[in-house]
């Protein structure tokens, strides 16, 4: 992709950006969103507004966070403290537990994501689940088929297990490269994701289920025999009723939990 000049702005590869320019899919995601007057709402990586104005427009006021000082300045110019609150720096740093602090209004969080960052932010993101109402994204399509994907499918992996543990998830619609200025090579998606409530969850211990899940997925071709040896054992396998010769693709979400759960309680 070569450097690209948009409304004056030259498109800054190191920073994902491509930017919305058809106003049938800005209208189609916005409707998506479904924003309502006083939300409390953050979206990631304005860049030249095409989200930022419309949802200004009906919620009243938007966070956003946003790492190029050049596009921060123009956010300046062009909308009020009243209207925006611009938190300048990198998203996969941000605390966006700090937008809720004193109060208890659920944090909706936007974005037409940097696809160069979009895996660490999710993962990122999910740290904030018990704050969220939902979240609605713009990714690559093979991401978002990755964060839906269903076991036994290829494409089902680590990010679809942590994801979908904590979130019901849903793919709303594609779109296409022409939509956006420079035209990104490949085919995105909206997401949009919920949490599910935290009585819901089942594992006493996430972080240990986080290890079991990378374990399971760090070498695709291997059995669970083989990649989870440090954690279960043949009995242990026999007693959750999983066939240890199975590949980390064919469990469900519900059976690494179970794992993860019979770990912590064997200890
Ligand atoms: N929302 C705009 C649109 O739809 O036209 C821009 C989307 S563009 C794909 C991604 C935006 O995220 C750019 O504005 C880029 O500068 C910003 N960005 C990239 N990396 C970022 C990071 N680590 N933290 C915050 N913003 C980032």
């Known amino acids: 992709m070569q450097d690209f000049e948009t409304d004056g702005h030259r498109a800054r590869k190191r920073f994902g950006q491509n930017f919305l ?138 990010l679809s297990v942590m994801l979908q543990y904590r979130f019901r998830m849903g793919r709303m619609f594609d779109v296409p490269p022409g939509a956006f200025r420079p035209a990104p090579k490949v085919m995105s998606s909206i997401v949009r994701m919920a949490p599910l409530p935290k009585d819901q969850l089942g594992a006493q211990d996430e972080t240990l289920l986080g290890k079991i899940v990378t374990a399971a997925f760090g070498q695709r071709r291997k059995t669970l025999k083989n990649t989870l040896r440090d954690y279960m054992g043949d009995a242990d396998f026999a007693a959750l009723g999983i066939d240890p010769s199975l590949r980390g693709e064919k469990l469900s979400v519900e059976q690494f939990v179970a794992i993860a759960n019979h770990c912590s309680a064997r200890g």
Do not use: W
């Not at 409390?40 to 990586?45: N, S, Y």
């Not at 925006?84 to 941000?94: C, N, Q, R, W």
């Open 21 to 158: 320019s058809d106003p049938n899919i800005i209208r189609k995601i916005i409707d998506a969103i479904r924003p309502q007057p006083g939300e409390l709402m953050v979206e990631i990586g304005p860049g030249l507004g095409a989200m930022t104005a419309p949802l200004i427009e009906r919620l009243g006021h938007l966070h956003v966070v946003e790492i190029d000082r050049d596009l921060i300045a123009r956010l300046h110019e062009t909308y009020t403290p009243t209207q925006i609150t611009v938190h300048e720096g990198d998203a996969l740093k941000f605390d966006f537990g700090s937008l809720c602090a004193g109060g208890d209004q659920p944090l909706r969080i936007v974005g037409n994501l940097p696809y160069n960052i979009s895996t660490p932010i999710l993962f990122h993101l999910a740290e904030y689940a018990d704050r969220v109402k939902d979240m609605t994204f713009m990714l690559q399509k093979e991401v978002v088929m990755r964060m839906v994907a269903e076991p036994g499918t290829e494409e089902y992996g680590r």
